[in-house]
Nanobody, 124 residues
Framework: QVQLVESGGGLVQAGGSLRLSCAAS????????MAWFRQTPGKEREFVAG????????LYADSVKGRFTLSRDGAKGTMYLQMSSLRPDDTAVYYC?????????????????WGQGTQVTVSS
């Protein structure tokens, strides 16, 4: 059974940093895309960052480019999102997602596996 488990969310002041982790189990995703999405109440889930396979260059949403950094540890089956210079509009539930294969698609429907989400709250 495939599981993605996020951790690292919390409350932080604007300008601060957080590091999210996503631990995958049940299969390896070294040749598949993994990504971070986020969602706020009443809005659609939006792409934050992703990489189409384990060694690929990460892609970022314009809103987080230069502030967030995605990394993957293939040996551990873990993905990270280092978030810096956080702003109140970064407040959301952040989800880890994985696809069945490589993709640069930024739409949620391309990702088969999802974690339960972790809340990130940035106070002003």
């Amino acid at each position: 059974q495939v599981q993605l488990v996020e951790s690292g969310g919390g409350l932080v002041q604007a300008g601060g940093s957080l590091r999210l982790s996503c631990a995958a189990s049940g299969r390896t995703f070294s040749s598949a895309a993994m990504a971070w999405f986020r969602q706020t109440p009443g809005k659609e889930r939006e792409f934050v960052a992703g990489a189409k396979w384990g060694g690929a260059t990460a892609l970022y949403a314009d809103s987080v480019k230069g502030r967030f950094t995605l990394s993957r540890d293939g040996a551990k089956g873990t993905m990270y999102l280092q978030m810096s210079s956080l702003r109140p509009d970064d407040t959301a539930v952040y989800y880890c997602a994985a696809a069945n294969g490589p993709t640069t698609d930024r739409t949620p429907r391309q990702y088969r596996y999802w974690g339960q989400g972790t809340q990130v709250t940035v106070s002003s």
